[in-house]
Structure formats: C-alpha cells, structure tokens
C-alpha cells in the first residue's frame, strides 16, 4: 500500500461549484498535513497546512484532517475557473525540516 | 520579492554529459531540497539539506549529487545522466524553525535526456 492515495482525476466542475479532493495515508505518525496547487509548469505552492485532526478555514478554502480514518480534505467554494490545477497533498511526522510524503495530485478543472 | 531560483529552465543533452541544475534562494532559508517531478509518481525527494556542508539522501538519490558549500545555493549535479533521468525538477527551501512545513518551491527544470 502506498504511503499517500491520491485520485488524479480530472475531476471536472462548472464555475461556482463545491469542490472536494481527498487524500488518505497509511503511515499513523504522521501529523502535519498540507496542501499544495501546482499550475501548469509552475513550481507547487503551499495553500494550507494543518496540524494534526481539525478543520482549518481560509477564505474558500477549508482543509480537514481526519487522523482515525487517516483521511484528509480540502474543499474549495465558490470554485473559479482560476483554480483550475493540480492539487497535491503533503504531510509529514515531524515539524521544521522533516521529509515531505506527496500524493500524487488531483486535476481540477473548473469550467465557466 | 522573496523566491527560489533554477537555471536552466529547460535543458536537452545526451546520456554521460555531464550537467548542474543550479538552485538560489534569497530567504536565508537553512533547508533546501531537490525533487523529481514524473507523471503517475509524484513528487519524490532526491537530496535535501539542513545547513551548509549538511546533506542528505532523500528517497531517489542514485545519479545524483549535491553541494551545499553557501547557504543560499544548492547545485543538483547529474554526473553521467542517463534517459531515465528525463524529469522536471523542484528545487525548495524552507526555514528550519517554523510554525509550517513551508516549503517555497522553485519554478522547475524540465530535463530531456536523449
């Protein structure tokens, strides 16, 4: 079993429409969880991290963490066809410097 | 403006040439690391660093070598690359002591190795 599922889609939606990509992992030390939004031949940056289980808001984003299902989640609102990327999710046991575990990403394409 | 830098951007040669992927970031960051970028795997980590003349193998570091003799800079450096080395490459930074694991990613180098 991989360390990190993630779906690659595409998953495809129209302007305006509730987002959610998921990731589940297998390695229960780890404790911050990130997400990343890679545009095409760009570098990935960093959208969200969390720490440990929660829900954590920033704007019309929303990460959650789910620590005893090993699940976490990012919800976009209001999709925009600017969000159109990929979305990869991180994690890791350790704060600081630690190794970085990816999923392998999920294409969003968000319609007008 | 606060950023990772790669040279080259893009870069074609042939197997046993040969290569240095620079890397610079102007953040004063003490962790850098390198990554491959290849469809269906992700991002894996090759090398990384905690502070100058301090690296580490990550989870792909065959046919790699790193330097870390400044602490801005971070050369990826590809002594006999072959065809399976054909990526696109990250280079990233983050400081040690932090609230968040971020790490600022540089704009990539798409290598082709014929």
């Known amino acids: 079993q991989k360390e990190v599922e993630q779906d690659p889609g595409p998953l495809s939606v129209p302007e305006g429409a509730i987002v959610s990509l998921n990731c589940t992992y297998s390695?229960?030390?780890?404790?911050?969880f990130m997400w990343y939004r890679q545009y095409s031949r760009k570098g990935p940056e960093l959208l969200m991290y969390?720490?440990?289980?929660g829900n954590k808001e920033d704007g019309r984003f929303t990460a959650q963490v789910d620590k005893s299902s090993k699940y976490i989640s990012l919800f976009i609102r209001d999709s925009q066809p600017s969000d159109s990327a990929t979305y990869l999710c991180?994690?890791?046991?350790?704060?600081?410097?630690?190794?970085?575990?990816f999923g392998k990403g999920t294409m969003l394409l968000v319609s007008p | 403006e606060a950023q990772v830098t790669q040279n080259p951007r893009y870069l074609i040669t042939v197997t046993g040439k040969k290569l240095t992927v620079t890397c610079s970031q102007n953040?004063?960051?003490?962790?850098m690391s390198w990554y491959r970028q290849d469809p269906g795997l992700g991002l894996r980590q090759i090398y990384y660093s905690m502070n100058v003349e301090v690296t580490d193998k990550g989870d792909v570091p065959e046919g790699y070598k790193v330097s870390r003799k400044e602490k801005r800079n971070f050369p990826l450096i590809l002594e006999s690359p072959s065809p399976n080395q054909t990526s696109l490459y990250f280079c990233?930074?983050?400081?040690?002591?932090?609230?968040?694991?971020?790490?600022?990613f540089g704009p990539g180098t798409r290598l082709t190795v014929l």
């Open positions: 969390t720490y440990s289980s």
């Open positions: 953040m004063n960051h003490e962790y």
């Open positions: 990233a930074s983050s400081p040690l002591r932090g609230s968040t694991d971020t790490q600022y």
């Open positions: 991180a994690m890791s046991a350790t704060s600081g410097y630690s190794t970085l575990t």
């Open positions: 390695n229960s030390a780890f404790q911050y």
